[in-house]
Antibody, heavy 124, light 108 residues
Framework: QITLKESGPTLVKPTQTLTLTCTFS??????????VGWIRQPPGKALEWLAL???????RYSPSLKSRLTLTKDTSKNRVVLTMTNMDRVDTATYYC????????????????WGQGTLVTVSS | EILLTQSPGTLSVSPGERVTLSCWAS???????LAWYQQKPGQAPRLLIY???SRATGIPDRFSGSGSGTDFTLTITRLEPEDFAVYYC?????????FGQGTKVEIK
């Protein structure tokens, strides 16, 4: 059974750096084809993809946020950490991590398991 | 980056009706790597369709996806009370993943 759970601060101040951890079980990020991504959703708005890391350390980032995002994975602890610098009020959102498993070609399947999400509010 | 446009923004329907949701891509979606998600308030998105037309595990057959290239459709036949939600299309074939802005299916 695959599960993912996001953890981190619920409140950050403008200009601060946000660090979120995705802790998962039921799969290994060292398995060929597996990836873990981050997606966010401002209150009442649409989903926005942020970043994705694959089993072989291939990293992908949203072009509009690339300069502010960093992903790291700890395969032994089944965790992926997302850091986002220079937080602003517009970054207030529920942040989700999600799993995907490639079938034949890297990234040929969408996110199929999601965490419950964690709401991060940016306010002074 | 592929932009996805969903139509309509909101759909008001009655239980038992058939609904058709559209998703247009600004350029051709590679290998039809187009997915549909359902999201209910306070919940994470749930994968319904992948590869434009394949149902995910456990998804009822009243949900179907079709389309290719830049035009995609999600059809729900015989809308059930639990189907009232927001639906998102998602392109995952490029290196820059994108989501549509969503279509809300509400009770008429």
């Amino acid at each position: 059974q695959i599960t993912l759970k996001e953890s981190g601060p619920t409140l950050v101040k403008p200009t601060q750096t946000l660090t979120l951890t995705c802790t998962f079980s039921g799969f290994s990020l060292s398995t060929n084809g597996v990836g873990v991504g981050w997606i966010r959703q401002p209150p009442g708005k649409a989903l926005e993809w942020l970043a994705l890391i694959f089993w072989d350390d291939d990293e992908r980032y949203s072009p509009s946020l690339k300069s502010r995002l960093t992903l790291t994975k700890d395969t032994s602890k089944n965790r992926v950490v997302l850091t986002m610098t220079n937080m602003d009020r517009v970054d207030t959102a529920t942040y989700y991590c999600a799993h995907l498993s490639s079938f034949v070609v890297r990234g040929d399947n969408p996110f199929n398991y999601w965490g419950q999400g964690t709401l991060v509010t940016v306010s002074s | 980056e592929i932009l996805l446009t969903q139509s309509p923004g909101t759909l008001s329907v009655s239980p038992g009706e058939r609904v058709t949701l559209s998703c247009w891509a600004s350029q051709s979606v590679s290998s039809n790597y187009l997915a549909w998600y359902q999201q209910k308030p306070g919940q994470a998105p749930r994968l319904l369709i992948y590869g434009a037309s394949s149902r995910a595990t456990g998804i009822p057959d009243r949900f179907s996806g079709s389309g290719s290239g830049t035009d995609f459709t999600l059809t729900i036949t015989r809308l059930e009370p639990e189907d009232f939600a927001v639906y998102y299309c998602h392109e995952y074939g490029s290196s820059r993943l994108t989501f549509g802005q969503g279509t809300k299916v509400e009770i008429k």
